[in-house]
Structure formats: C-alpha cells, structure tokens
C-alpha cells in the first residue's frame, strides 16, 4: 500500500529489493506499489511498521483462527522451546494432536504430519498413486492446492460444478488416474459452492472406477469441527484429506490423512519397509504440535457455531451496503469465510468467477481504500473470522466498506 517517502516500509522494501527478486520472498503478500511491513500482531489487530494498527481479517490468509499470539498457545510453545523444538525422535506431541484430528475428521482412520499444505497435497498424491499403480491426478480448472500441483501440466483439468464433464472424463480417464483431488468450497475462484449433489456424484464416480478421492480441507477444514466432509457435505467421505493452516496453531504445518490401507504405503514395519518414504527435518515438530493441540482444544462444536455467525453478519451486512449503495458486486462465502465477486454474474466456477480488466481494476482500489479505513482484506477481497473477534469488529468492518465504498465513488 502507498504510503509517504520517508516510511519505513518504504526503507525495508528498498533492503528487501537488494537481496530478493522484487523485494519479494511470498508471492501472496506483496502488494501494488509496495508491501506494507508489519510490526507486530495480537489478537485481531496487526500494527505496521510506520505505527499504523489494522484490523486483520486475512489471519496469515485463514491460518490464525484464535488470531495473533494467543496466551495460551504462546504459554504452551514457549514452555515447549525449554523442552527442545526439533529432535530426531518422535513425541508425544504428535500423538497427541494426531488422536485429536483422526476423532474429528471421520473418514481419517491414519494421518501423517507435514510443514506446509503444499507438502500435505504432495503426499497424499504420492499414496494414491503408489496405492493405485496409476500415474495421474485430475483437478479443478483454477483450484489452488499448493506450489506443487499448481503447476504439473499432465493433470486433468475438470470444471467443477459440471457433473456430466466430470463422469464423462473421469470415466475415459479412470485406468491412469491415481485420484482426483477436490477443494469442497474451492476458494482461488472465490468459495464457489459445490452444486446440490456434486460432491457426492464425484463420491460415487471415483468409487466405483477405483479411483481415489482426496478432499483438500487446507482453508475448509475451519468451517466445521468435523470439517467440510461433515457438516456441509453429507455423504462425500474422501479416501484422503489434506488439512493444513488452523492445525498448526499459528506455526508452520500439514497433514494427510485417510483409509489405513492407503496410508499404510508410508508404513516403515511392513517386512519390505515402507513402500514410499517420507522424510522431512522438521515434520511433527514439537513447537508446531503443542500449538496446534492448543489450537484445536480452544475449538469446541460452538465455537465454529460463533464464528459462522460472525461470518454470515458480515456476509449479510456488506450486502446490505452493496444493496443500499446500487453496487452490482455479491457477496459469498461460508461459515467463518467471505468474499467479495465484483460483478453480480453466477459464479459456479473458476472461469464464472473471473473479473473483467475494469472489475479488477475496481477491487484493486476497493482494496486499497478499505485499507486506508484500517481493515486488512486479501487483494481478493476475501477474509474471515477469528475467535478474539465479536460482533463490534465485524460491525467496523461493515462500516468501514460501506465508507470505502464511497471513496472509490462506485455509488
Ligand atoms: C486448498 C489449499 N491447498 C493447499 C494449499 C497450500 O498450503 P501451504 O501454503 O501451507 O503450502 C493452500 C494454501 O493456501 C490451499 O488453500
């Protein structure tokens, strides 16, 4: 975000630009002209380095569901970096926050741990094919799973919501495909809800063709205690699930998971040993596993309940603005998440979802001034809720859109 030449941020992003490709070390964080460096983070609120204090909806996009530094995660990493933070033994760190997601999660009877969600969706891929014998994975045009899969060009593309297309190219497909991987409430084209029965069509051709079918829960894992599989999508039971973001309590993390018989390719007491490995310096480090233990002990059934309800304030009350002010934009979203289409098109998929150059144009000011009004939004106008936030915060937010809405002079 813009801001006066003697800033601070200004003076970082100049050393960063010395010693990284565009200043740049995350694709996602930088922002036109330039990133805004922050400070420090508590609670709801990130304060930058120039002084200026926000409200964070983005929550290090959807990972910090209890917000930024929370005292009891922050008391238990703290008395865990007394106790060693990585070591080549496993603990019983691990086991613990392992038992928790395998009781959560229904359809996940073994899980393994990972550092990022990119990892996660790699190794799930790895399992089925190693399980299956076959080489390939089919996708969802424009569904974000990662740094890795984002970019293998043999995957089958699908478009999602297109049941027909779906049974007809899975179908002449199935001898070679490994698995299809399906985000439920895909969130790169902008949390697009699955079709009635969609989910489950997908459930039943995959079965029936021996294909398998990996739910990539990384962002929808936080609409339900049980995750997407559960509460929205009866029915779809995935042969394996990649979680990643709100598990880790803050820190980095992944996790796959699914049947025992498919995980049992990572199993290191089969007599020939395992038969493909899976190693990784930091996986199910201790620091990562008592802050997502916490993490997940601070979310009970009802707090999914709250945040839904925060959620669905916020989702009815920028559409009360948009309504009020005659913008054409609509609002989506599920449960804790939101998002923000600039244009009142349908939008069932990745190419429905796509702004025009002027559409794009408008959220990028959009953007900026809802900035300006101290809220902080993805370049895609999505963002959710964390449990340090009431209704007042989502009540600001509301307000503040509604005053940048009138900035930009879109009505
Ligand atoms: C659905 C989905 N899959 C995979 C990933 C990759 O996770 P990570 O950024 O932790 O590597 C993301 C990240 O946003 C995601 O949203």
Not at 94 to 103: H, K, T, Y
Not at 113 to 123: D, H, K, L, R, W
Not at 249 to 261: I, L, N, S, T
Not at 287 to 309: I, K, N
């Amino acid at each position: 975000m813009p801001g006066s030449s003697e800033s601070r941020s200004d003076a970082l992003w100049a050393r960063a630009r010395a010693v990284m490709p565009g200043g740049n070390s995350r694709t996602t964080v930088f922002t036109s002209p330039r990133p805004t460096y922050a400070a420090s983070a508590s609670g709801f609120s990130v304060t930058d380095v120039d002084g200026q204090t926000r409200l964070d909806f983005v929550n290090n996009y959807t990972s910090l569901i209890h917000g930024h530094s929370h005292p009891r995660i922050t008391e238990a990493v703290v008395r865990q970096l007394a106790l060693g933070t990585a070591l080549s033994f496993p603990t019983e760190t691990e086991v613990r926050l392992a038992e928790v997601l395998v009781r959560r999660v229904e359809s996940i009877e073994h899980l393994r741990f990972t550092n990022s969600g990119t990892e996660a969706v790699m190794m799930a891929v790895q399992a089925a094919r190693a399980f299956t014998g076959r080489p390939r994975i089919a996708r969802f045009e424009g569904c974000y799973h990662g740094a890795y899969v984002d970019h293998a060009d043999e995957d089958l593309l699908l478009p999602f919501n297109d049941a027909e297309a779906v049974e007809r190219e899975i179908g002449s497909h199935a001898s070679e495909l490994a698995a299809v991987i399906v985000d439920p409430l895909p969130h790169r084209p902008g949390f697009v809800d699955p079709a009635p029965g969609f989910l489950q069509l997908l459930r039943e051709v995959t079965r029936s063709l021996g294909v398998l079918l990996i739910s990539d829960e990384i962002i929808s894992f936080r609409v339900d205690h049980g995750g997407a599989q559960r509460r929205f999508y009866p029915g779809y039971a995935a042969d394996l699930t990649t979680l990643g973001k709100i598990i880790g309590g803050g820190f980095p993390v992944g996790a796959f998971g699914g049947r025992a018989d498919v995980m049992a390719v990572f199993d290191p007491t089969r007599r020939a040993g395992p038969k493909v490995a899976h190693g990784g310096t930091f996986n199910a480090n201790p620091v990562t596993m008592v802050a997502g233990y916490e993490a997940m002990a601070m979310l009970p059934p009802s707090e999914f309940d709250r945040l839904a309800a925060l959620g669905q304030r916020a989702r009815d009350g920028l559409a009360d603005v948009l309504e009020n002010r005659g913008i054409s934009w609509q609002v989506a979203g599920k449960a804790s998440l939101f998002k923000l289409h600039p244009h009142p098109r349908s939008v069932v998929d990745y190419r429905t979802s796509l702004p025009t150059p002027s559409e794009q144009a408008a959220m990028d000011r959009f953007c900026q001034a809802i900035f300006a009004e101290g809220m902080i939004l993805t370049p895609e106008l999505a963002g959710c809720m964390s449990t340090p936030m009431s209704e007042a915060e989502v009540d600001a937010l509301i307000a503040a859109a509604d005053r940048a809405f009138k900035a930009i002079g879109l009505a």
